[in-house]
């Protein structure tokens, strides 16, 4: 049994950060993750809530502060769940994520190879160019309150673009002209679901309006409103999504107004994008990103490249600049279709896409004798599944070069590679998500 009590105050020094952003502190021999303090401070902690092995608690004076420590700058901080570190400067937010991946390679993937940078953002707000409002069957449109499903109205948000704003604010407007039913989760009723906006680094916008159906009423003021809301808009797209759950994206779209797709500019190279086409959500930053995986690909102009994940073909096509030929897969046929288009729009002729799943492309160019010499993947969260390891390595590859967006599968994956002869050389962190936990990590994994 834990000596911890719930409810009870007890004094602690801060040691540092979980995963999660939270402080860790130990109270009484167990570890406790207290919400909003600061490595190095010593506090007064209320635990709220005691487990097994640990316990969770919130600061309720700060008795020794960090010079790190700051007024949060959004009045919505702490109620809607987007932002974590809005209470420490952005210094410190930068220790910390370097600090998570470094732990990440080190206890998970077993290397004890040092990171070599964390490159922060020079601009650390307003700096998403993709953003998704959830509406709440109340009409709300916002952000979900920290682990639930509880829309927060949030008119301006310091993580999105002022065309987000805008859009956000049109369809408010809408919903309280027209009385358009939104979405429920819990009975799998009402239209109005999820808000997408794309922003390009010229100002222009496209929005998609996802519904629980087939058409909305009074389309045509809806677009009107977001005109008028977006003088730079290029194009209003309804997305149809019936799935119950809490999935944004559908399967079927249909252009209400203008475009159907929007172009932006990165690594001095063009993409138009399609909806549901993944694109790094900062483009400053996503350039520092891609420019650290060419560096780490260390290409002469004479390799075979695979690129798993490829999206759109944005790391496709960079890695095309110092490569003597490139192949792209990509599971989504839209981003496909994007990444085929977006290489002629580039005159890149040196590429090549195919559509499918990631382990069954793998293992069927595995099986084709392919000999790639470097391959390049940015999976998802969940990072890479065995069977597209096993196909990498059967490749056998002089070179992998890992970009990812959780430090946690990125180590359990690392140490998948170790067992099979590919050791960690190499090893960076790029913060895509200032105010965020999250962070972006690229490794070099050579063949021993």
């Known amino acids: 049994m834990s000596a911890l009590e719930k409810n009870k105050v007890y004094e602690a020094r801060i040691e540092g950060y979980s995963s999660e952003g939270l402080g860790v502190a130990r109270i009484e021999g167990q570890v406790v993750f207290v919400h909003r303090a600061l490595r190095g401070e010593l506090c007064r902690v209320l635990v709220l809530k005691v487990l097994k092995n640990t316990a969770f608690g919130k600061v309720v004076e700060v008795l020794e502060p960090s010079a790190h420590r700051r007024q949060p700058d959004c009045p919505h901080y702490g109620k809607c769940g987007g932002c974590d570190f809005r209470h420490m400067d952005y210094a410190e937010e930068l220790w910390a994520k370097g600090q998570r991946v470094q732990d990440a390679l ?38 979900f309150r920290a682990r639930s499903h509880q829309v927060v109205e949030v008119e301006q948000c310091l993580l999105q673009k002022p065309q987000a704003d805008g859009a956000a604010a049109a369809l408010r407007q809408y919903i309280g002209e027209t009385g358009v039913s939104c979405y429920d989760e819990t009975t799998g009723r009402g239209l109005l679901r999820h808000l997408y906006i794309r922003t390009n680094a010229e100002g222009c916008s496209l929005v998609c309006v996802l519904i629980n159906g087939k058409k909305l009423p009074r389309e045509d003021r809806l677009v009107q409103l977001l005109r008028d809301a977006l003088p730079q808009l290029t194009g209003v797209v309804l997305g149809v999504n019936t799935k119950r759950g809490n999935t944004i994206l559908g399967d079927e779209y249909r252009t209400l107004w203008g475009e159907e797709r929007l172009t932006d500019t990165l690594c001095g190279l063009q993409f138009r994008l399609s909806v549901p086409s993944f694109y790094q959500v900062n483009r400053q930053q996503a350039q ?5 995986a060419l560096e780490f690909a260390g290409l002469t102009g004479q390799e075979l490249v695979l690129d798993l994940y490829c999206g759109a073909g944005t790391i496709t096509e960079v890695m095309a600049q110092k490569a003597r030929h490139v192949i792209g897969a990509e599971i989504v046929p839209e981003a496909i279709a994007d990444a085929r288009e977006n290489a002629a ?9 195919f559509c499918g799943d990631a382990s069954r492309v793998a293992a069927e160019l595995a099986g084709r004798g ?20 096993d196909a990498v390595v059967q490749m056998a590859p002089r070179r992998v070069v890992y970009v990812s967006c959780d430090p946690a599968t990125l180590g359990r994956d690392v140490k998948l590679f170790a067992a099979r002869g590919y050791e960690l ?20 994994l050579s063949r021993e």
């Open 425 to 444: 050389t190499r090893a960076a962190a790029v913060d895509l998500f200032p105010g965020t936990r999250h962070v972006e990590s690229v490794v070099c």
């Open 106 to 143: 080190t206890r998970l993937g077993g290397s004890d190879l040092p990171l070599e940078a964390v490159l922060g953002a020079k601009e650390p707000l307003r700096y998403r160019n993709k953003s998704q409002y959830p509406i709440g069957a109340d009409g709300k449109v916002g952000f």
């Open 345 to 353: 729009l580039n005159g890149v002729e040196n590429v090549e896409f």
């Open 370 to 389: 392919l000999a790639p010499d470097v391959i390049c993947v940015d999976p998802p969260r969940k990072g890479l599944a065995p069977d597209v390891i």
């Open 288 to 292: 520092v990103l891609y420019e650290k």
